[in-house]
């Protein structure tokens, strides 16, 4: 995977680059024929920040640090070809970046709708996550950033979902189970059925029936459906979105919505994987289960473990029968209170059936170890006698086809690419908004669509949304009508789009008129070998498969090549640094702060001298834990360095890189 031009090459760099280096020797020594190239990931939101930071342009920081960089990977003697050298920010490359979205845009695969964005109405701009502080305010302006609806740029891969799963099991051994399972859970199948809820939302004066609506459920275990003990609805599901604007409702749904989004995005930043158990019961709603008509006992919640993006944005509560479901129910409801379980275990024989079904006394669930998460029979005491007695699928079946309580559906995790930023450092999209077409394509005569060069306020323009303020008062030709008071789009190309097409433009690199030729895709792709961190096993590899199968469908890649882009994938493990941290105030140690000699007394310390507490962690400034690969190689020679990176962990594994374990063999005479 070619690199981010951050100016300066870590361990973890010289760790890839040696593996990907050996393989191509040791292929080329086969009689193989081998190309091993290189290139720059140069657009993104980094090199703008690094950028206002310096008060320079991107353009400048970026080439800089590709001229620095370069000269550190040829010291690390990796054999690449630099003849195919390319870089994303180069005009010659994005305008093939512009003429591929383009493509998906004749083809209906890239579109315009709304999504939710991070704004700060200081600045009047689109943020990303990163930019936005634990307190929910910008980094920059300070501001508190707010939630706005905003049109956005989308590919279409959902129209790829199937193709996409399915292709997985045609990749065997070639891609590590981890990688094909964390693909396959982002896709997300999930097969099960739809179910109707209708809700009544009381008036809170009078008591009568204010208004009454449906909410829709998606669930993969209907036969539980008996269970629901409550339903739970995402912070921006339109029921909860009406209730928060009512004057009658309590202010606490308005705090709690902002407080639950603030903390799922601090969850996001760190990578948590714990979902919260928080909810907020709204008032006067119930909803009614359909298995029990007439009865509208069922409270509604809004919860923060309900995701949006995830089907309708709302959840039937079964707390007998799910763990995520049971933790939520002794959260939010008294202490005490029942939880029903209603499918008990199949004991197999008629004999055990015929028992149970005379005395079920497994109807509720006390603790976490009692809840039951299989498939069953359903009980007789907590079930109505249409499904009581029935095995899991046979009830399904039975609420599917004869009680037209649910409907059959399949649904997915994946959702549409957003691929446009309100950045200035990025490919800009070839669109043309006229008053009277709408978007229109840029003609392939004007293209590349350049990015216009910075005024010298770089840092103050750059802070906000730059392509706006630097062509919004340059009206441009609709190139359908001739209409002369058109827009150019001022979005830019998330970085993600440039670096899913990178390595078929490798072996045709200085092509001018096309992404690449059906020759070089004949002979060279797909690609044989894919070297690479494991963080990027989700989003890369999958957006690169997508284009990889929209390349393939348009005829760009003959059929004998396939639709995938990678024969084999090698994720190696990061490297970490050792760490030296004060055991008293977990403060991280400078290296001069720690006695050489020793490695372990803390310089400086109090009578009785301590002894810093060693660990091996990610290399990262804040822990003063960085290795300089050039230094290293300085010290002890290109190929004792790479031996002992190859040689210390299994690829797949972390390295704790140690160099003091670095060592010669003492002379003989």
């Known amino acids: 995977m070619f690199p981010y031009p951050s100016g300066t090459l870590h361990m973890g760099h010289l760790r890839v680059y040696t593996i990907s280096d050996v393989l191509s020797r040791f292929r ?113 302006s300070g501001a508190k950033v707010v939630k706005r609806e905003l049109e956005q740029w989308f590919f279409r891969i959902t129209e790829f979902r199937e193709e996409l799963l399915r292709d997985l099991e045609g990749l065997g051994e070639g891609w590590q189970e981890r990688v094909r399972v964390m693909q396959e859970n982002w896709i997300g199948r999930s097969v099960g059925a739809k ?86 019961r709204l008032p006067g709603v119930f909803a009614e289960n359909p298995l029990f008509p007439g009865a509208f006992n069922v409270p509604v919640f809004a919860a923060g473990y309900v995701l949006d993006g995830y089907g309708s944005g709302a959840v039937m509560g079964v707390p007998g029968h799910d763990s995520r479901d049971f933790a939520f129910f002794r959260e939010n409801f008294p202490a005490g209170e029942e939880v029903r379980r209603v499918v008990v275990p199949d004991a197999g024989g008629k004999e055990e059936k015929d028992k149970r079904k005379k005395k079920d006394t497994t109807t509720s669930a006390e603790t976490e170890t009692d809840i039951y998460t299989s498939p069953g029979i359903l009980s007789h005491h907590t079930n109505p006698p249409s499904i009581a007695g029935l095995t899991t699928p046979a009830a399904t079946k039975t609420l599917i086809e004869d009680l037209k309580i649910a409907t059959p559906h399949t649904q997915y995790r994946l959702r549409d690419w957003l691929v446009s930023r309100q950045r200035y450092w990025g490919a800009p999209i070839p669109i043309i908004h006229c008053p009277s077409c709408g978007p229109v394509a840029v003609p392939e005569k004007d293209l590349p669509v350049e990015l216009p060069p910075l005024p010298e306020n770089t840092p103050d323009i750059l802070s906000r949304s730059p392509l706006r303020e630097l062509w919004d008062d340059m009206p441009v030709e609709c190139p359908s009508c001739k209409h002369q008071d058109a827009r150019r789009e001022t979005d830019t190309m998330d970085t993600f789009v440039d670096s899913s097409w990178y390595f078929l433009r490798f072996p045709d690199a200085h092509n001018k008129d096309e992404l690449f030729s059906a020759e070089s895709a004949k002979k060279w792709l797909p690609v044989d070998l894919y070297v690479g961190g494991v963080e990027h096993a989700i989003l890369h590899l999958l957006y690169s498969r997508f284009i990889t199968k929209v390349l393939s469908r348009e005829g760009l890649i003959p059929p004998d090549v396939g639709t995938e882009p990678f024969k084999r994938l090698v994720t190696q493990g990061m490297v970490h640094g050792k760490t030296f941290s004060d055991p008293e105030t977990g403060r991280f140690l400078l290296p001069g702060e720690v006695d050489a000699a020793s490695g372990e007394i803390i310089l400086d310390a109090p009578p009785g001298k301590k002894k810093a507490v060693i660990t091996y962690e990610k290399m990262s400034k804040s822990k003063h834990n960085g290795v300089d690969p050039g230094a290293c190689i300085a010290r002890h020679g290109l190929d004792a360095t790479r031996i002992h990176m190859l040689f210390s962990a299994p690829v797949g594994d972390v390295v704790d890189w140690d160099e003091a374990k670095i060592r010669f063999p003492a002379a003989r005479n």
Not at 54 to 63: D, E, G, K, L, Q
Not at 217 to 233: H, S
Not at 273 to 280: A, L, M, R
């Open 28 to 140: 080329r020594l086969q009689g193989h024929n081998v190309l091993h190239p290189m290139g720059w990931d140069a657009f993104g939101l980094p090199a703008e920040n690094a950028a206002i930071a310096r008060n320079t342009s991107p353009r400048v920081w970026t080439a800089a640090n590709i001229r620095k960089m370069k000269a550190q990977l040829q010291e690390m003697g990796g054999g690449f070809d630099w003849e195919q050298e390319l870089s994303t920010h180069e005009k010659e490359y994005y305008v093939h970046t512009q003429r591929l979205f383009l493509l998906l845009w004749r083809r209906g695969l890239a579109y315009r709708g709304l999504a939710e964005v991070n704004w700060d109405p200081v600045d009047r701009t689109v943020l990303a996550n990163e930019q936005v502080d634990a307190r929910g305010c910008s980094w920059r």
């Open 195 to 280: 179910v109707r809820f209708k809700v009544r939302i009381n008036d809170g004066e009078g008591g009568g029936v204010r208004m009454e609506e449906e909410v829709e459920v998606f669930t993969t275990r209907v036969d539980t459906l008996a269970g629901v003990q409550y339903l739970a609805l995402s912070t921006g599901h339109g029921l909860v979105k009406a209730l928060k604007e009512r004057k009658d409702v309590d202010d606490g749904l308005a705090e709690f919505i902002a407080t639950t989004i603030s903390e799922a995005e601090k969850a996001k930043a760190a990578g948590s994987q714990v979902f919260p158990k928080n909810g907020f």
